[in-house]
């Protein structure tokens, strides 16, 4: 690679290093936020989901705004925006400015994660170059993953919660300095066609889906605001896809899904969102809430799920040459799945050698599933549609995660909830409901009555590992599904593809 191009490459990789780290080093800092801003575990959710949920929906329109006004002056404004972003959370005083900087933090995201790519194949025409660089970003892009809980287990620890957002400054302002003078401008605006009218629904139908779950995890199914956002919900994503297949330049070409491998295909995407993007969020508020682990410690028993991603995602090429990608999918999606049924006996006391191998396992299948999905979407639509499709294949990941984190949430405190007032009301303390709820929603101990607070402590942890449990049982079958329909319609599809060409 010539050297002039060094800093091009160091100034792509270090934008999208810094957007995917906030994907993964918030979590562990999640108990220390509650903590020192007293947010509920509602709050939490959204803490997580505001970044993700904007991801997604703005993520489609992305790369055309890159397209339409330059390719450069869009991603150094994702930067500069996510410099912004990072500096309203590091000096939130409280829940509400807290979000509105995961907010823009999640539109700058949006941003920065496809125009790398973009800005990567126009610097890079050669095709072997190209290729190169872009397995870099990519390994480049896994440790983030890898380094975001440990970097911010550490952090937290030691500087407070607010240091995981302040380490994105210096290293954004670097960023910016580097794009600014090495990356050259380019764009296409006569293939950009800005489609306001589906972002706009498409932020409506995902935030009221999102915001219904997330109700009905702390008011229940019934609350009036819970079914409201939910039926909300449910008639925006309506009107996103009528309005989808009538507008002549959708930012969802809906004409892709005719193919049925590529539907079934983003089905696994989403699903994969949901089932296992979304549990990093759940095994940390396990470790921490109820094994009692500090914040590093978490990001040091979690690293097992990324170290195998790691070092399992380089061999999916040959694997899937040997077995077949889908197949390899397959064993992916089937391989979480079961880590995800063993959590389901994890407990307060459970020996971290389990939960560890547990943790591997998963990774191994993520590590499996996540490049072979993305393989196989790209390859059952138009070549010259290509970034299109990799919009689509990651904004249907990212919607799935953020339903995933609201659904799988909502399931965990409600079980724990309702488990622990039980349990509570057996003890006969009063009002068992609202001292549970304190307890679950607010990690709040103080009104632990005759049963003293170690003793409501003892009882909380067992009631949220029940919940963890729930959660897990979900995940697990939405994974195993998903691997019984990648068995009954991808593989025989592939099996024949390969007959055929034979």
């Not at 240091?163 to 994105?168: E, G, K, M, V, Y």
């Not at 229940?220 to 449910?234: E, N």
């Not at 990774?363 to 059952?380: C, R």
Request: hydrophobic fraction near 55%; proline fraction near 4%; charge should be positive.
């Amino acid at each position: 690679m010539p050297k002039r191009r060094l800093p091009l490459v160091a100034a792509v990789y270090l934008g999208t290093f810094v957007a995917l780290l906030d994907v993964s080093i918030v979590n562990v800092a999640l108990p220390a936020m509650q903590k020192a801003l007293r947010i509920d575990f509602g709050g939490l959710q959204w803490v997580v989901d505001a970044y993700t949920l904007c991801l997604s929906a703005f993520m489609l329109s992305a790369g055309l705004i890159g397209d339409r006004y330059g390719r450069k002056r869009s991603w150094l404004a994702g930067v500069g925006i996510f410099v912004l972003g990072s500096a309203i959370c590091a000096f939130a005083p409280n829940l509400p400015v807290l979000l509105a900087g995961r907010v823009v933090q999640g539109i700058a995201g949006a941003l920065l994660i496809p125009g790398a790519l973009s800005i990567l194949t126009q610097a890079f025409p050669d095709a072997r170059e190209r290729a190169g660089v872009i397995g870099g970003w990519a390994s480049f892009a896994g440790v983030s993953l890898l380094v975001g809980p440990i970097i911010g287990g550490i952090l937290v620890e030691m500087a407070g919660w607010q240091s995981i957002f302040l380490i994105n400054l210096p290293i954004g302002l670097a960023t910016l300095v580097l794009g600014a003078f090495s990356i050259n401008e380019t764009s296409h605006p006569e293939h950009a066609h800005l489609d306001l009218v589906g972002l706009a629904l498409s932020i409506v139908w995902l935030g009221a889906l999102t915001f219904g779950l997330i109700s009905a995890g702390e008011h229940g199914w019934g609350d009036r605001w819970t079914l409201t956002t939910l039926i909300l919900g449910v008639v925006g994503l309506i009107a996103f896809l009528v309005f989808e297949m009538r507008t002549p330049k959708p930012m969802l070409p809906l004409s892709l899904f005719r193919d049925v491998r590529f539907a079934v295909a983003n089905v696994a995407s989403f699903s994969l969102g949901l089932a296992s993007y979304s549990s990093v969020f759940l095994f940390s508020m396990f470790l921490q809430q109820a094994q009692g682990w500090s914040p590093t410690q978490t990001g040091l028993r979690m690293a097992p799920i990324f170290v195998l991603q790691m070092l399992v995602s380089p061999l999916v090429g040959r694997l899937g040459a040997r077995y077949g990608l889908t197949t390899v999918m397959t064993a992916g999606y089937a391989a979480f799945g079961v880590s995800m049924l063993g959590m389901c006996w994890a407990g307060p006391t459970t020996p971290y050698l389990a939960i560890g191998l547990l943790f591997a396992l998963g990774g191994f299948g993520n590590a499996l599933a996540v490049p072979s999905s993305n393989t196989a979407a790209m390859s059952y639509a138009p070549r010259e549609r290509s970034g299109m499709v990799s919009a689509v294949i990651n904004a249907t990941r990212q919607s799935g995660t953020a339903i995933g984190i609201a659904l799988l949430g909502a399931l965990m405190s409600m079980r724990a909830t309702s488990l622990l007032t039980g349990r509570l009301a057996d003890a006969g303390v009063a009002n068992p409901e609202a001292v549970a709820r304190a307890a679950v929603f607010q990690h709040d101990f103080s009104a632990s009555g005759a049963l003293g607070e170690e003793g409501l402590r003892r009882l909380f942890t067992e009631a949220y590992a029940s919940g963890f449990h729930a959660a897990t049982l979900t995940a697990a079958i939405v994974a195993l599904l998903t691997a019984a329909l990648l068995l009954a319609v991808l593989v025989p599809a592939e099996a024949r593809t390969a007959r055929q060409a034979g």
